[in-house]
């Protein structure tokens, strides 16, 4: 698969096992490990990912929306708004993540997969990217 955009490794380790994510950008399509991503997911580190995740309205983000996140146990969360058409972030999610003093950005899908690896690879943070296909 060639890429327009890096490809990007995300390393846990489980046990003496690693475990690897490689996040690919093509164009506008986002694979995880191989996989064409054509929903949104959210991708926990390490290698977690859950895929064709539902919100109560497509054009925003709620708090009801974050149920699986647990924002205190991150370094940092990462809000992808989306490729071409983009989801508000409601004011009780940002307040909610300010309320649990982790750093957040919220930036357009492509750049927030960049922040994503970026973070989880040469930081070595543990980051929680929540994604807008």
């Known amino acids: 698969m060639e890429s327009t955009a890096s490809s990007f490794i995300k390393k846990g380790v489980f046990g003496d096992q690693i475990r690897m994510s ?8 986002v694979y995880v490990n191989g996989t064409r991503q054509r929903q949104d997911f959210i991708l926990y ?17 709620e708090l009801s929306d974050c ?11 990462i809000i992808g708004i989306g490729i071409d058409d983009q989801f508000e972030v409601l004011d009780e999610v ?26 989880v690879i ?12």
């Open 22 to 29: 490689v996040i690919t950008v093509e164009g506008k399509k």
């Open 45 to 61: 580190e390490p290698n977690v990912i859950l895929k064709n995740w539902k919100r109560k309205n497509n054009d925003t983000l």
């Open 67 to 77: 149920f699986a996140v647990d924002f205190t146990y991150y370094d940092k969360i």
């Open 94 to 119: 940002i307040q909610e993540i300010e309320r649990a003093k982790v750093p957040y950005v919220i930036l357009p899908t492509l750049d927030a997969i960049a922040e994503y690896n970026n973070d």
């Open 122 to 133: 040469a930081e070595n943070l543990h980051v929680i990217g929540l994604f807008h296909i």
